[in-house]
């Protein structure tokens, strides 16, 4: 017996279809019926790679005496956060008002009548335990809550819904160009402090941070952290740690530990597009470490193989749990999925499958002993940069082959599984693989098509061009229903609009991609139109800056929100605002100059009192103080892209000064036509930190 999310497209709720919980996917519908039962609405938000989510639905959510309770007494709602952030970024705001941290499963209580949330939670077990109260308890004194305290319950509301209110509208602030510049320092001092390393807690890619205080270190200043260390060790941290899959490639989601050793297992489209671009400009900064090279081409290996549908476009994740024999081939025999089954190896399977001298090598290169470092398992990690033996790249190619039931060369794509009965059922001639989420999400491929984009212009691969270009058209070719944008897309079906972040993802790519191909203006046409209907649907006229969905798609939402905190992925109107300013350079057009300007004055109140929040915001200012313009040759432009020149637009001049290289502009003015590549060099270097 399945219930409503067994038609949703999402595999998040499909996940929920045979719940005995009596699920509504959100629309009005379900909406007007917890109001005209005066239900109070349960409100849960998570996504398909979840791994307590999944653990909920496979607990809470399947429990048949729940279910009657929550049946009977509320309405209630699944939401997949990949595809309504908007909807998740409000209630995720009110739980970590409530309860000062956040995450999810997203669990929330809303009043039917104004949708306001009066109680929120993450993961509530069926009984009580890790010193949380049993779900069914928690329902039972909600409900009693809510029929009870009804003043109690207007006053908490109103408090909830003020504070939402009161973030939503921040007060603009302008300042002269010497505040710009002490503002600048004090996010990058702040970015380049939250990646130095620490001994607690779990550990994150967190790369709108590195990313600015990479920016950084081009500005000469006295500082108690040493910036390009610190994002050196960063890129190592990455390239190295259990966080990479050495075997696979691609990135998990974060570790477990300070150390970088064990991860959350599941990988994620946006944390790999991020981490191949930043990878790629500490190439191109001159830190050029051979596990940085070698971890972009076995990211994009694996994005070719198993995360690149056939029309061009790139999976949002896959899961971190996967099934182990004897469940292969349809023997349902009673399993879960475990966490890391995919990826993890046993010593003794390690003894198995590589010689004496192999293995000797594997544990002298990576952490491998006999009693593991994961659940008396082996999460592969390096002990040490540089290149690796032949004889330890022959063993990971032997452990792919155990893993994949074929070498690299020749498993050119892996079929998904797309749920977890492919999964058990599909006959798998290595592993049995972790389950992949299929939906396309623009945000997410275009963050990858940056990633792509930029280790492209610094290594020349042509493949990473191709399927950065590939992804690229689909999205311009499939993603506009008439005539508007649309965020998702499942099987050929573009559904739901566009949100902020798609847009501003989707513009930064489209630009990234005309810095590769300068002889042409294909790219930039495309996101100059894209940018006016941005414009157009969500830019904030009365306070600056871009709301997160467009004012025909929130009528739904009980504040509209303006996206500028960054979290696993950059905030919309930073990207969006350094976008303006890369678009004013590339078209001499002011008015994006002018949007830049009074975005950022929307914004500089946050940026001054919570850096820590929003360094992509600060990304955006150093765009808006050091933005660069140079007009060279394709021969010269090709050779300058590989440099990280972070704050600079290249453009191909059509006549240049006799006896000139090129042209370098500052904003609003051009320096003296440069009579040589050291010259105009100097000059850009220059023009980069005047700010």
């Known amino acids: 017996m399945t219930n409503r999310l067994a038609e949703a497209k999402s595999l998040y709720l499909r996940k929920h279809a045979e719940n005995p919980i009596d ?22 938000i998570g996504y398909s790679s979840c791994h307590w989510c999944t653990v909920m639905e496979g607990e809470a959510f399947s429990d048949p005496g729940i279910a ?24 995720m705001q009110a739980l970590q008002m409530m309860s000062g941290q956040g995450g999810w499963p997203l669990n929330a209580f809303l009043s039917p009548d104004d949708l306001v949330p009066f109680y929120a939670g993450t993961y509530f077990p069926v009984e009580p335990r890790y010193g949380r109260p049993g779900f069914l308890q928690v ?58 390393p620490n001994q607690y807690g779990n550990s994150f890619p967190m790369i709108p941070y590195a990313e600015l205080a990479l920016r950084g270190t081009r500005f000469e200043v006295t500082s108690e952290y040493d910036g390009k260390q610190v994002c050196t060790q960063r890129g190592l941290d990455l390239a190295l740690g259990g966080i990479y899959d050495h075997v696979g490639g691609g990135f998990h989601r974060y570790t477990v530990d300070p150390t970088w050793t064990v991860p959350h297992f599941e990988k994620m489209l946006y944390d790999n597009g991020q981490i191949v671009e930043y ?25 070719k193989r198993e995360m690149t549908a056939p029309e061009g476009y790139f999976y949002a994740a896959q899961d971190a749990d996967s099934f182990t024999p ?31 001298e192999e293995l000797i090598e594997l544990q002298q290169q990576f952490t491998v002993t006999a009693n593991g470092n994961f659940e008396s398992k082996n999460v592969l990690q390096r002990r040490r940069s540089g290149e690796l033996s032949a004889t330890v790249e022959t063993a990971l190619k032997k452990l792919f082959v ?42 997410w491929n275009s963050l990858m098509i940056s990633g792509l984009a930029r280790a492209y212009a610094v290594f020349r691969e042509p493949v990473y061009l191709e399927l950065a270009t590939t992804a690229a058209d689909f999205i311009v070719n499939h993603q506009f229903v008439d005539g508007r944008f649309h965020r998702l897309n499942y099987e050929n079906q573009p559904t739901v609009l566009a949100q902020s972040e798609d847009y501003a993802f989707f513009i930064k790519a489209l630009l990234d991609l005309q810095t590769c191909s300068p002889e042409q203006n294909k790219w930039l046409e495309r996101a100059i139109a894209l940018q006016e209907e941005f414009d157009e649907y969500l830019w904030s006229v009365e306070l600056g800056g871009y709301y997160n969905t467009s004012s025909d798609a929130s009528q739904d939402l009980i504040v509209r929100e303006r996206s500028y905190v960054d979290n696993a992925t950059p905030s919309a109107n930073g990207v969006a605002i350094a976008n303006l300013v890369r678009l004013a350079l590339f078209t001499d057009n002011l008015h994006y100059l002018d949007l830049a300007e009074q975005g950022l004055n ?72 440069a009579s040589s590549l050291e010259q105009m060099l100097q000059q850009v270097r220059q023009s980069q930190v005047r700010g």
């Open 326 to 356: 004897p469940y292969q081939g349809g023997d349902k025999g009673g399993s879960e999925p475990e966490e890391g089954a995919f990826y993890v190896w046993t010593f003794s399977e390690l003894e198995q499958l590589l010689t004496a």
């Open 139 to 196: 329902l039972q004194a909600i409900r009693h809550y809510y029929d009870t305290e009804k003043q109690d319950l207007r006053d908490r509301k109103a408090v909830i819904l003020e504070s939402l209110l009161t973030s939503a509208v921040l007060q603009q602030q302008g300042t002269t160009a010497t505040q710009d510049k002490e503002l600048l320092h004090k996010g990058r001092e702040t970015s380049t402090g939250i990646i130095t």
């Open 402 to 443: 155990a893993r994949y039931g074929a070498t690299p060369e020749s498993l050119e794509t892996f079929p998904p599984a797309r749920n977890n009965q492919e999964a058990k059922s599909r006959h798998w001639p290595g592993r049995i693989p972790a389950v992949t989420d299929t939906k396309m999400i623009v945000a």
């Open 68 to 91: 009657e309770y929550m049946n009977a007494n509320f309405i209630p709602i699944k939401v997949d956060r990949e595809e309504r952030p908007d909807i998740d970024s409000i209630y």
């Open 602 to 673: 929307a914004f500089r109140s946050v940026m001054n009192s919570t850096p820590q929040a929003c360094p992509s915001l600060f990304t955006a200012l150093d765009w808006y103080r050091n933005s660069t313009l140079i007009r060279t040759t394709t021969e010269q432009l090709h050779s300058l892209m590989s440099q990280y020149l972070p704050s600079v637009v290249f453009a191909i001049a059509s006549k240049l000064p006799d006896n000139s290289v090129g042209l370098v502009c500052q904003g609003l003015k051009c320096l003296p036509a």
């Open 23 to 44: 699920w509504w996917p959100w629309c009005d519908e379900a909406l007007s019926t917890a109001k005209a039962q005066n239900k109070p609405i349960f409100l849960s």
């Open 279 to 303: 990878l790629a400009n500490l190439w191109s900064a001159g830190i050029e470490e051979p596990a940085f090279k070698r971890a972009i081409a076995g990211t994009v290996q694996w994005l």
